[in-house]
C-alpha cells in the first residue's frame, strides 16, 4: 500500500530544485528530485512515481522532450510543467502535449502543491502523509 504520494521533481536550477523539494517534503509528498535529465529517466523509481513536475527550460531537453521520452518509456503518471513563462503558447502547446496542468515559477507554492493533490487524488492515490510541522524558535 502506497503511504504517500511519490513526486518526482526535475530542473537544471538546484536552488530551485532544492526549494521544490523541501517545499514539497513539508507538505508530506515522498520527492525525488533530479537536476539531470539522464539520471531521471533512468532511475529505478520512475515506474513507482505518481506525478511528475518538470521544468521547462533546461540544457539539453526542454519540457516536452522529457515528457515525450517518458511517455515513450510507458511512464504514464500524471505531469506539470513548470515555467518562468506568462506566455499563452507554452500552456497551449503544454496541454498538447499531454501536461496535465501548467504552473508559472513565482506562484509555485500554493498552485503547484493544489495541483499535485488534485492529480494524485484523481488516479486514487493518498495525496500526502502527515505534513511536517517547522516550528520558529525564537
Given at each position: 500500500?502506497?503511504?504517500?504520494a511519490l513526486?518526482l521533481v526535475?530542473d537544471?536550477?538546484?536552488?530551485v530544485l532544492?526549494?521544490?523539494g523541501?517545499m ?8 525525488r ?7 531521471l529517466?533512468?532511475a529505478?523509481?520512475?515506474h ?8 521547462y ?5 526542454d ?7 517518458l ?5 504514464t ?8 513563462s506568462?506566455?499563452e503558447?507554452?500552456?497551449g502547446r503544454?496541454v498538447?502535449a ?9 506562484h ?6 493544489g495541483?499535485i ?13 502527515p505534513p511536517?510541522?517547522?516550528w520558529r524558535?525564537?
Amino acid at each position: 500500500m502506497v503511504s504517500r504520494a511519490l513526486i518526482l521533481v526535475v530542473d537544471d536550477d538546484m536552488a530551485v530544485l532544492n526549494s521544490l523539494g523541501f517545499m514539497l517534503e513539508t507538505e508530506g509528498f515522498e520527492v525525488r528530485a533530479f537536476s539531470d535529465i539522464g539520471e531521471l529517466l533512468h532511475a529505478d523509481s520512475i515506474h513507482e512515481a505518481n506525478c511528475l513536475v518538470v521544468d521547462y527550460r533546461m540544457p539539453a531537453m526542454d519540457g516536452f522532450d522529457v515528457l515525450r521520452s517518458l511517455r515513450r518509456r510507458q511512464i504514464t503518471a500524471p505531469a506539470i510543467l513548470l515555467t518562468g513563462s506568462s506566455d499563452e503558447t507554452v500552456g497551449g502547446r503544454a496541454v498538447a502535449a499531454g501536461f496535465a496542468r501548467v504552473v508559472e515559477k513565482p506562484h509555485l507554492e500554493d498552485e503547484l502543491v493544489g495541483a499535485i493533490r488534485e492529480l494524485t487524488a484523481q488516479i486514487g492515490i493518498p495525496a500526502t502523509g502527515p505534513p511536517i510541522r517547522l516550528w520558529r524558535i525564537p
